[in-house]
């Protein structure tokens, strides 16, 4: 049985920093290309950075926090990050770790139809 499962969520103020981590277990960790999206009240759930299979391929990143997260995995402990610095207010959400459902990020890598597996989500609150 695939879970997965988000900590590090929190509140933190504007210009703040949050690392984001996400274990996967019951899967080929190796084989999968990872990604994280969020889901802000009222708003479409959104992608954020997902990352290819290999702990040093290719990573991707909606403009909105190119330059301010960066996304990183560790193969070996079947763990996927996210940090987040320079943090915004509209940087608030839940944020999901999802698996995907191949080894590199399918175009579009930000559609969560490319995705198999889901945790339940972290809350991130960014106050102003």
């Known amino acids: 049985q695939v879970q997965v499962v988000e900590s590090g969520g929190g509140l933190v103020q504007a210009g703040g920093s949050l690392r984001l981590s996400c274990t996967a277990t019951?899967?080929?960790?190796?084989?999968?290309?990872m990604a994280w999206f969020r889901q802000a009240p009222g708003k479409e759930r959104e992608g954020v950075s997902c990352?290819?299979?290999?702990?040093?391929?290719?990573?991707y990143y909606v403009d909105s926090v190119n330059g301010r997260f960066t996304v990183s995995r560790d193969n070996a402990k079947s763990t996927l990050y996210l940090q987040m610095d320079s943090l915004k207010p509209e940087d608030t959400a839940v944020y999901y770790c999802?698996?995907?459902?191949?080894?590199?990020?399918?175009?579009?890598?930000?559609?969560?139809?490319?995705?198999?597996?889901w945790g339940q989500g972290t809350q991130v609150t960014v106050s102003s």
């Open positions: 990352i290819r299979a290999s702990s040093s391929g290719s990573k």
């Open positions: 019951g899967l080929r960790f190796d084989m999968h290309a």
């Open positions: 999802a698996a995907g459902r191949s080894a590199i990020c399918d175009v579009p890598w930000y559609s969560p139809s490319r995705f198999a597996y």
